[in-house]
């Protein structure tokens, strides 16, 4: 192939396009990440590494109940309805009520309940300061997840590179100075406002394209979108909410039954997997999740996947085998004196190889509605995570968290598959697009 043959190719291939895009962004945030994990490491220490878990998974989970988990709705639907106006702003006057009643209940929450959660999250109330900070912020965190939805059901990828770019490298400048200043205080206030940084760089960089698709004139409840919408929201509560409780608790479990450093190295293992997984979450919602929705022949189904299989697995395949091989050097750049955390990563790679082969083929029952399916699953995915590293903690410590990862993606794995089989065998899946008749 020539130098102008592979060019052409290239143009033409969007997944390539994407990841090629997304790729940049992510070796810039690899790049920063290094020393930035470093510098924390070596400043607050395993045990606060553990705090600083804590705190990100109780922005996860607020970010799922401020925006009622309608992201990947409004991703389904901006891709679907982008042509028509008119059901597009009914899809997002229901996403503002969902907003609204979802940004009420976090705040409140939030406020009401900080010295409770502060001692859920850290054992004592000393950071009882960030949770109620958290709870001022909530309208910023629902409408970026929105905007952010938005912009990956247009397949907006560049306009997104720019906006993951800019405001991870402005958040990371904050970080940096609050933790050089204020030492973990300054760490967790850094992490709980830095999405009103992404929320203003969203608008920044896409303002013009989401005044150009957002247009309100009043908050109003379309039955269709009310019930398309509500959907997601399930699912998302089940996935993301349920998904970072767990993570709590097991950290718990951890600095309870071994010690807050092991729980500290377990959680500097997750900041390394999370760091380089980022590249398939632009993927999926920008790529797998409209081309899914589209889609509504087996066969047709089967030929994307293993397209997507074809390009990106080898991909990170690779991409893992250097993770572990250099996994020694890793911990001595990143996290001197974790020395703890080299067993950890082969079952973390393991784990999350499976998981992204597992991901590709589940976002099936995103793009397509498939409630029951998804949420059986992921309930059943939970509860063997859970169990197995209780289990497996009292026998190999700190790895039997990791190994339970492993486990239970190859379980969950074969679950999906055969449940988008026989959705396909027997017609189960519906088409997705709605028919408004208001």
């Known amino acids: 192939m020539s130098l102008n043959d592979f060019k052409a190719y290239f143009k033409q291939h969007t997944l390539l396009k994407i990841t090629s895009l997304n790729s940049l962004v992510i070796c810039v945030r690899l790049f920063v990440s290094v020393f930035i994990q470093n510098l924390l490491a070596e400043t607050v220490g395993a045990s606060g590494l553990a705090k ?18 309608v992201f990947n709705g409004v991703v389904k639907y901006t891709s679907e ?3 028509d106006k008119i059901l597009l702003n009914k899809m997002f006057s229901t996403t503002f009520v969902f907003i609204v009643v979802g940004v009420l209940f976090s705040s409140l929450t939030l406020l009401l309940f900080s010295n409770t959660i502060a001692v859920y999250l850290f054992g004592d ?54 933790l050089l200043q204020f030492n973990l205080n300054g760490v967790l206030v850094a992490i709980a406002i830095t999405p009103v940084l992404q929320l203003l760089v969203s608008i920044f960089v896409f303002g ?9 004139d009043t ?34 479990q951890i600095s309870n039954r071994i ?13 390394l997997s999370k760091n380089y997984m980022v590249f398939s979450s632009g993927l999926f919602t920008l790529y797998v999740i409209p081309k899914f929705a589209r889609i509504q022949a087996g066969m047709e189904f089967k030929k994307e996947v293993i397209h997507i299989y074809k390009t990106l697995i080898p991909l990170f395949g690779i991409g893992m085998v250097i993770i572990y091989l250099f996994r020694n050097v890793i911990v001595n750049i990143i996290y001197p004196d974790f020395d703890a955390m080299e067993p ?20 099936q029952f995103l793009a397509k509605k498939m409630l029951v399916s998804f949420v059986v699953t992921e309930i ?7 169990g197995l590293s209780i289990f497996l903690v009292g026998i190999y410590g700190t790895e039997g968290v990791v190994m339970a990862h492993f486990f239970r993606y190859i379980i969950y794995f074969f679950m999906v598959l055969i449940i988008i089989w026989y959705s396909f065998k027997f017609k189960k899946i519906s088409v997705s697009k709605p028919q408004d008749t208001v």
């Open 52 to 69: 600083v878990g804590q705190i990100r998974n109780l922005i996860s989970i607020v970010t799922s109940t401020s925006s009622l988990g």
């Open 81 to 83: 309805l982008k042509e």
């Open 125 to 178: 109330i000393e950071f009882v300061f960030v949770i109620k900070l958290l709870a001022v912020i909530v309208p910023s965190i629902a409408l970026n997840k929105v905007f952010s939805g938005v912009l990956n059901g247009l397949s907006a990828y560049k306009k997104y590179a720019k906006i993951e770019l800019f405001s991870y490298l402005l958040s990371s400048v904050l970080f940096v100075s609050f």
């Open 208 to 216: 013009k394209t989401l005044k150009k698709y957002i247009k309100l």
């Open 219 to 252: 908050l109003k409840l379309n039955n269709i979108y009310f019930k398309g919408l509500l959907v997601f929201t399930i699912m998302s509560l089940v996935s993301t909410v349920l998904l970072n409780f767990v993570e709590i608790d097991i950290r718990t």
């Open 259 to 271: 010690s807050e450093d092991e729980a500290g190295n377990w959680t500097a293992m997750l900041f």
């Open 344 to 363: 950890l990563f082969k079952w973390q790679l393991l784990g999350d190889f499976v998981k992204i082969a597992s991901l590709v083929i589940a976002h």
């Open 380 to 386: 059943i995915s939970l509860a063997l995570f859970y």
